[in-house]
């Protein structure tokens, strides 16, 4: 398993061959080349080979910077916990290691390739659970050791190894949602989110700046020093425009921009379907300002997609994300809907008068509705900036799993006695061409609708025939008794059984969501982060902001480019940050070998004392068998005696 899950997930096939050079090495310099990864028989030599202290890898046998992390790597994709974490304890960055074998363990339990039984499910489980507090324990003493300084230029370094991925962006990829509620990864996400600001915006003040943009001149925005104060101009044009930019760059801001701006497109576009759309002669038939208005914004926000998807690489990766494709299905319905009432009438012979086609009209007006229902709910997704109600956007879609298991179980439930009521109160000779369609519909309209307590018992219950079950003959006593009685059982299998099933599952994941609010919230804010950080300004603004952001960009590469005595800084900025993470590495094992032999004294100490009052339990027990002997033959002797 170990080759075919490597060359899938971490890399060539060449990775293997030195993964046995490796576990070579380790076991003592044996030179079969054949060595199998995946046997017990290794695990078991590597496991006796290493012990709880750090090891140095001879620099002669690997030219790898961390053999220790490949070794890892290994142990974590074939699976093995135990040798997974003695690789782990002699990795040159720990935390990184963790986290990226978080990622390796969640690609396998995505992966479609891979197969995976439901032992190695539960053993990633546990993998997953394990390898994130060691990643939090690390992060513990790194924050109670180091100063805000050095923590934050470890949370931010990035890692060659994967794509410059910092440890949040790790923690986000992997959703190791307890590591990024780590005080530590908040400090920093704090920062992040107001960016350039000293405190935190709200939507007021972001609207009422857009509005007026000298007012960053003024007391109502405060700003870091160092994002305004930067060069040695000092003017009142050039102070004006570095603050402007630090507010609208800052992703507190973007958010709440773009809140107002959707919460006016949504308000607007409903103005538009309801008032100035018609298919009658007259103002509102025609392509008027208010039509054209709406079709630019729209188109806009469709740019605004684009631009997304252009910036995350390609199509299907915009795509993977849930509220991406609720986003494709509502802008396609509605494209869809705005041509459809915009269709003329092509039987209209006067070209004076303006006639909209009518089975288009309508077509389209049902679109739109539709459309306007999936705008509105989609504000539902900016409801994860506030702490109760992000956590409830997670409970509604977990319930959504909840209830799709509740509705296959009711429409079989709807279907049968549907077709129950259609058997009893219906005849052969009433499928007609045109009582088929209404009886049909009859089979799930009853059920449907009984199950929100209207029950029909006297449409049902009549001899000549119900509304949605016509006939032509008189229905029996029987046969009508026999419907009331089916319309009892079925609201006792729905009402009674289904549905109080449903409230039982929406209360546990209610429970379960409500336990860890805290942290799904947290977690919740940094997708809204980097969302935003990697976010343009909504329309109209987007479009200035990507093609400025661009230019902007490719300066910024080329600059650090010539810059090499920012690249040496940075060289030794992680030195002295690797330095800092191994010396909490080495403080956890010494820490954790205490406790373990502290747990192992005290077990001694039990046991011993135990045992003691197990011998001290037994000389009683024998004291007192050794008194009654006596007892019992001295009485047994002045019997004697005395016979």
């Known amino acids: ?36 990864l995946s046997s017990k028989e290794t695990v078991d030599k590597m496991i006796n080979r290493l012990s709880g202290t750090r090891h140095e890898f001879d620099s002669n046998i690997s030219n790898e910077s961390d053999p220790y992390f490949e070794l890892m790597v290994w142990a974590a994709l074939s699976l093995y916990p135990q040798v997974a974490e003695l690789m782990w304890s002699n990795t040159q960055e720990p935390i990184r290691a963790a986290l990226f074998v978080l990622i390796i363990l969640r690609k396998l339990q995505k992966s479609k390739k891979v197969i995976v039984t439901n032992h190695e499910k539960e053993t990633i489980e546990n993998m997953r659970e394990r390898f994130e507090q060691l990643a939090i324990d690390i992060m513990d003493l790194l924050h109670q050791n180091c100063d805000s300084e050095l923590r934050e230029k470890a949370l931010k370094s990035g890692w060659d190894r994967l794509d410059n991925m910092s440890y949040i962006d790790m923690a986000y990829e992997c959703k190791a949602k307890d590591f990024v509620a780590h005080p530590a990864c908040q400090e920093l996400q704090d920062k992040r989110w107001k960016r350039g600001l000293r405190s935190e915006v709200g939507l007021l003040t972001t609207v009422l700046v857009f509005l007026c943009p ?78 054209i208005i709406l079709i630019i914004w729209f188109g806009m926000l469709l740019i605004d997609e684009f631009i997304q998807a252009v910036s995350i690489g390609h199509f299907f990766g915009w795509l993977n994300v849930i509220w991406n494709k609720i986003d494709a299905v509502m802008y396609i319905v509605n494209i869809l809907g705005l041509i459809l009432v915009n269709i003329p009438d092509s039987s ?69 006695f549907g077709v129950g009521y259609a058997v009893v109160l219906t005849e052969p000779e009433d499928f007609t061409e045109k009582n088929t369609p209404t009886i049909i519909g009859g089979i799930f309209f009853y059920t449907f609708f009984q199950m929100y307590g209207e029950l029909f018992v006297d449409d049902l219950g009549t001899k000549e025939g119900a509304t949605y079950f016509p006939t032509t003959s008189t229905r029996g006593s029987l046969r009508t008794g026999v419907v009331i009685a089916l319309v009892g059982v079925y609201m006792a299998i729905v009402v009674l059984m289904l549905v109080n099933i449903l409230i039982a599952m929406f209360s546990d994941t209610y429970s379960k969501v409500k336990e860890r609010q805290e942290v799904i919230f947290k977690f919740q804010r940094l997708e809204l982060l980097m969302e935003m950080e990697e976010s343009y300004l909504p329309p109209p603004f987007s479009i200035i902001h990507f093609i400025v952001g661009h230019i902007i960009d490719k300066k910024e590469a080329k600059r650090l480019q010539r810059d090499q005595a920012h690249q040496q800084y ?29 747990e192992i004294q005290t077990l001694l100490q039990n046991n011993t004392r135990y045992l003691k009052d197990k011998v001290q339990q037994l000389q009683a027990y024998l004291d007192t068998m050794n008194y009654n002997m006596q007892n019992n033959f001295a009485e047994l002797r002045s019997f004697i005696n005395t016979e």
């Not at 030195?18 to 090495?25: D, F, G, K, Q, T």
């Not at 760059?249 to 100035?276: D, H, N």
């Not at 994860?384 to 997670?394: A, H, Q």
């Open 1 to 36: 398993m170990v080759a075919a899950n490597m060359v899938l997930l971490y890399g060539s096939s060449n990775n293997v061959d030195h993964l046995r050079r490796y576990v070579r090495y380790h076991l003592g310099g044996l030179h079969d080349s054949k060595i199998d």
């Open 214 to 291: 000298l007012l960053v001149m003024t007391p109502l925005v405060t700003f870091k020093r160092s994002w305004v104060h930067k060069g040695s101009s000092n003017g009142f044009f050039i102070k004006f425009l570095r603050k402007f930019k630090a507010f609208c760059t800052s992703p507190c801001v973007k958010f709440w921009w773009e809140v107002a701006m959707y919460g006016i497109f949504i308000a607007y576009q409903s103005f538009v379907i309801l008032a100035r759309i018609g298919k009658e002669n007259g103002h509102n038939c025609k392509l008027n300002t208010e039509k």
């Open 348 to 416: 209209n012979q006067d070209a004076s008068v303006c006639r909209i086609n009518s089975d288009s009209y309508d077509v389209g007006r049902v679109l739109l509705s539709i459309s306007s229902i999936m705008f509105i709910l989609r504000i539902i997704h900016m409801f994860i900036s506030d702490k109760y109600l992000g956590p409830t956007v997670l409970m509604i879609n977990k319930m959504m799993k909840d209830f799709r298991v509740f509705l296959t179980m009711f429409v079989m439930v709807l279907i049968a």
């Open 570 to 598: 940075n060289k030794r900025s992680d030195t002295v940050i690797r330095s800092a993470v191994i010396d909490c590495l080495e403080d956890y094992l010494k820490s954790r070998r205490q406790k373990e032999g502290t």
